[in-house]
């Protein structure tokens, strides 16, 4: 068998369809996790615009064992957030000696996670289009190899938790299993987690209501709702007792910290969904500059997405059209939020992401599909390695501004 070839649909061809899959996924699983490592090396510590304020509540949470509070020393504007991934990344990072070392393991715990991310990419896909195998294994690697993903990932952060526990509660909301009370409940812990790591995964939370609704019945969704607000309710009645609302937005504004809105321009609007969906440039403080060439060559990524996205919108039935709501949900929101309220990153939409990679996904349905692959994966690479020497080639890192780790039980005043 040629190597791209798929295997036929007989039974001897299914099983080998499956042995192609894993062995190209585990490739894939191969390159990511080196692209990964090699991220951990080069990313200066605090160059993540938001690492430090991340790491500290990583550090409080192993200094006190609790909740902060915005305002409270050694905290700053993260602290609002809620606490699954700083209480996974303090459960890494407790057993080693040095903050150093612990700092990094997070940042190893948050490679898993994309790890993990990607395969639930695949699986989404794959059932966005059963009948086109190498769909998956298209968006899996545009997820995997995605510059941005890998920063992101690589850095103290909870978006790529955010992401990866709405993705598996959606992947469990479109099962073809039979439907049980037990799988409702399911649904709203892990939903509710999504929340309690993140509220941007608030558009999963309100679009899986009217998806049990329509599909399942009033039941499912009554114990949805019960499980979600079980996990996560106590989180939203804290953000009220302590700041007034329900996010902890409040208490962020009377700290001092501002984040005012844009106003609709669409030019800026536009820039950053493009940027943040490739280039990590913003997200390292724009000590990185992309030449013209690589800002090309994310425009035509993007542009390629735009044309899979059409392709995979010709028939938006069951999981299509599922992740085509939450990613319309989540990106009006952002726009919504950023132009009216607080200037936010477009990070905020990325529960958008798996109905973007199912696009691109569809572009394996094409005539010249493998040469779209190779152009994909070849172009996702080169901007990696551009990154990563980028990275490398700073000029003393340590001066850079919230770059140093400060040591447990050394908080910041």
Known sequence: MAVGELPGRTPEGLVASVRWQRRWLGALGILVVALGAAYIAA???????????????????????????????????????????????????????????????ARVLGLLQLVALVAVVWRLTRKAMPEHPR???????????????????????????????????????????????????????????????????WPVAAVLVVWLLWKRSGAATAL????????????????????????????????????????????????????????????????VAAPLAVEGLVVLLTAVGVVGLAIVSRRLAD?????????AVAVLGWLVVTTTMQVV???IAFTAL????????AL????????????????????NVWFLAELVSLEDPGLLPLAAVRQAGDPMR
């Open 43 to 105: 990313m200066p510590a605090g160059l993540p615009y938001d690492e430090p304020s991340h790491w500290f509540n990583v550090q409080f949470y192993l200094d006190h064992h609790r909740m902060p509070v915005v305002g409270e020393a050694g905290v700053t504007y993260e602290a609002q957030m809620g606490p699954v991934a700083y209480v996974l990344a303090a459960l890494v990072a407790a057993p080693f000696g040095s903050a150093e070392t612990g700092f990094y393991a």
């Open 135 to 201: 769909a998956a294994l298209l968006a899996a690697a545009v997820a995997g190899l995605n510059p941005m993903l890998l920063a992101m990932a690589t850095s103290v952060q909870n978006d790529v938790l955010t992401i990866l526990l709405a993705g598996v509660a959606l992947d469990l909301a479109v099962t073809r299993r039979p439907w049980s009370h037990a799988q409702s409940v399911l649904l709203g812990v892990l939903t509710g987690l999504a929340l309690l790591t993140k509220v941007s995964a």
């Open 224 to 287: 949805y709702l019960a499980a979600v607000l079980a996990v996560s309710g106590w989180w939203f009645v804290r953000n009220l007792q302590l700041y007034g609302d329900l996010t902890g937005k409040a208490g962020v504004d009377a700290a001092g910290y501002d984040f005012p809105p844009l106003g609709f321009r669409p030019t800026e609007l536009a820039r950053e969904t493009v940027t943040t969906l490739w280039l990590p440039v913003e997200y390292v403080r724009n000590v």
């Open 319 to 327: 999981t299509r059209f599922l992740l085509a709501v939450v990613a």
């Open 345 to 347: 990153s477009f990070r």
């Open 354 to 361: 798996f109905a973007w990679f199912a696009g691109f996904g």
């Open 364 to 383: 394996a349905t094409v005539r010249w599909w493998r040469l779209v692959a190779v152009v994909l994966v070849v172009a996702l690479v080169a901007i």
